[in-house]
């Protein structure tokens, strides 16, 4: 197959650039070496004019691709007025961002932050806070029960309930008051729900994990469980959210409802930072002045931005292209299950490829398909995650697909 990204491997000006990265900023990523200097809709181009096919969207935070214009537009406009004022004084885009993602949503109220783990920690403090408060359990004694290979970000709190030992080691002593139970295994969560249990914390599709869809059922038994026990059910929408698999959120496909999500990463167009909790009412309404801030959440900016994102999610698009492009992604992979891959997983346009014994490790085909044009990254040392943006074209899709086929295919 013709490569995208014709050339010698490593340019001086990929070097020089790598070698400033490796200089001077920590070594807490393993990038694949290429250095990216422009993006427009799927595609990025490098330092050096080669053009990669993007099939990773920065984990879902480009959905709707690089510098989709709507999004690039309104940030523009609201550079041009405001850009920050602190949650000191009120400012006329807060109210409209939080009453239009609740209206999307189908939520009460929005509590606006930055980061994705951001939106998972004030998740945890609105939950603890709701249970001593409204639901009477002893102060300090609640529980938040979470699912084993489980992905919310990487802060001090939210590793103390992560099962990945390289996310967890050195990092201790870790915050007690979490019950961790396997992924997709409603016996034990039932097993482990109490009625010191003030929230069941989940992801409705494991990225990190490799894109594990839960069994069916597993979901609505987990709504059961909480309604039972007097909890919150809280699901993690960070990368399955806002169009990923075909619905505005994952849960959806289900016919269940969350009393809290956490919503980032796409929320923010791909150009800055934007993370919310949404959810009831009177669980997000426990919270008064100067118990939880952020300078930078809900800042005119990432609200004028944060609202172009709802207006392209209203209109039903990005969720027809994931339903659709996706039952395509998911056919032609399924077609190398026995031919260098033992497993596809995923919903809309989302997938998780197990390459199977024999083949290459998941860095190795993330680094062959560098090679020829297509950008995506492994986990777990096997799987490679697809995640194209959804503006792509069903064209470049089966480009795409095709590199991973003669990839995978490679002995």
């Not at 709507?70 to 949650?87: C, D, F, M």
């Not at 979490?178 to 409705?204: K, M, N």
């Not at 995923?346 to 297509?374: C, F, H, K, N, Y």
């Amino acid at each position: 197959m013709t490569t995208l990204a014709d050339g010698p491997a490593t340019s001086t000006a990929t070097a020089d650039a790598i070698a400033a990265d490796e200089r001077w900023s920590t070594h807490n990523y393993h990038p694949l070496p290429v250095v990216i200097a422009e993006g427009e809709d799927a595609w990025v181009t490098d330092v050096d004019g080669r053009r990669y096919l993007d099939f990773l969207s920065g984990y879902s935070a480009l959905n709707f691709g690089h510098r989709h214009p709507g999004l690039v537009a309104a940030a523009v406009e609201q550079l041009n007025r405001v850009t920050l004022t602190s949650r000191a004084f009120h400012h006329d885009q807060l109210g409209p961002f939080c009453q239009e993602l609740a209206e999307l949503t189908g939520t009460e109220m929005v509590l606006p932050m930055n980061s994705g783990a951001e939106a998972v920690e004030s998740a945890i403090k609105v939950a603890r806070k709701w249970a001593y408060r409204v639901k009477g359990i002893p102060d300090g004694q609640g529980e938040i029960v979470v699912a084993g290979s489980n992905f919310h970000g990487r802060t001090t709190t939210i590793v103390s309930f992560s099962t990945d030992e390289t996310a967890r080691a050195d990092f201790g002593p870790f915050t007690p008051g979490f019950v961790v139970v396997p992924y997709g295994d409603a016996d034990a969560l039932a097993a482990a729900v109490t009625e010191r249990t003030a929230a069941v914390l989940l992801e409705p599709i494991q990225g990190e994990a490799g894109v594990i869809v839960p069994p069916d059922g597993y979901l609505a038994r987990a709504r059961r469980l909480c309604d039972e026990a007097g909890a919150l059910l809280i699901a993690d929408e960070i990368q399955s959210g806002l169009a990923r698999t075909g619905t505005v959120l994952a849960l959806d496909h289900e016919g269940v409802t969350a009393d809290l999500y956490t919503l980032g990463k796409a929320l923010g167009g791909g150009i800055l930072p934007v993370s919310a909790v949404v959810g009831r009412a009177d669980v997000l309404g426990v919270l008064r002045p100067g118990e939880h801030g952020s300078t930078f959440g809900g800042n005119p900016l990432a609200c004028a931005v944060g609202r172009a994102v709802i207006r392209l999610l209203s209109t039903g698009e990005f969720q027809q292209r994931s339903t659709a492009l996706g039952a395509h992604l998911h056919a032609r992979l399924s077609e190398l299950v026995g031919d260098g891959v033992t497993e596809v997983r995923g919903r809309g346009l989302w997938a998780g490829v197990d390459i199977a014994p024999g083949g290459p490790t998941g860095r190795q085909a993330s680094e062959a398909l560098m090679e020829r044009g297509v950008l995506c990254k492994e986990t777990h040392g096997s799987t490679l995650r697809i995640a194209p943006p959804l503006v792509i074209g069903e064209d470049d899709l089966d480009r795409g697909i095709d590199a991973i086929a003669e990839v995978v295919r490679a002995r």
